[in-house]
């Protein structure tokens, strides 16, 4: 079953733009990551944020998370043409449990 | 370092045929993992270890066994392969299972057809 949901499933802006890019979960996390796709590649992990923390950045990434909305939110400034990519937060609950739960991820396309 | 690599990067294969994907890492992880990708389904995981000599199922196992008889691979096997196996397979590992240092690290994937 999927934890994480993406929203929205695809977004297309221009080189310069700020994205966003949302991810929903269902049930209390320990900590929440996100990872970059790019075509016919591996996943590549971005950043992690812990339940306890409301913000995080690095570099041009800023991620927030809000557990009482069991939410996250991706902000990537001043995009460029490399950052386009497919985007997947994923969700670990904590415990004895191993799994990274993932989303089905955004689709970002940066316009030169 | 090469992190993790997996072989082969393309496999076409006959329905009833068998085949086995190698994963292996040089990060000294304990944890290692099999996931597939699909359109539209987002990473499934398939089967993990938490060490050396040990495998345990995930979300959809069916159809594949595993083997960690050494800590730094990690072995997917298709004893009869099906169409419905046609995917992306992904290998990776971690550090530790949670925390702040559970990321993943990802090999390029096994791009397979089943026809």
């Known amino acids: 079953s999927q934890q994480g949901e993406e929203d929205p499933q695809a977004l297309s802006i221009q080189e310069g733009e700020n994205a966003t890019m949302n991810c929903s979960y269902k049930t209390s996390i320990n900590n929440l990551q996100w990872y970059r796709q790019n075509s016919g590649r591996g996943l590549v992990h971005l950043i992690l944020i812990r339940s306890n923390e409301r913000e995080k950045h690095s570099g041009r990434l800023r991620v927030t998370l809000d557990t009482s909305k069991k939410s996250s939110s991706l902000l990537i400034t001043a995009s460029r043409a490399a950052d386009t990519a497919s985007y997947f937060c994923?969700?670990?609950?904590?415990?004895?449990?191993?799994?990274?739960?993932f989303g089905k991820g955004t689709l970002l396309t940066v316009n030169p | 370092n090469a992190g993790v690599t997996q072989t082969p990067k393309f496999r076409v294969l006959k329905t009833g045929q068998s085949m086995t994907l190698l994963c292996a890492q040089d990060?000294?992880?304990?944890?290692m993992y099999w996931y597939r990708q699909d359109p539209g389904m987002g990473l499934r995981l398939i089967h993990y270890s938490v060490g050396e000599g040990t495998t345990a199922k995930g979300e959809v196992p069916d159809g594949y066994n595993v083997s960690r008889l050494k800590k730094q691979n990690f072995l997917l096997g298709l004893e009869s392969a099906a169409p419905s196996q046609t995917s992306v397979y992904f290998c990776?590992?971690?550090?530790?299972?949670?925390?702040?240092?559970?990321?993943?690290?990802f090999g390029p994937g096994t791009r397979l057809t089943v026809l």
């Open positions: 994923a969700t670990w609950s904590g415990g004895s449990n191993y799994k990274l739960t």
């Open positions: 990776a590992s971690s550090y530790s299972r949670g925390g702040r240092y559970n990321e993943q690290f």
């Open positions: 990060m000294n992880h304990e944890y």
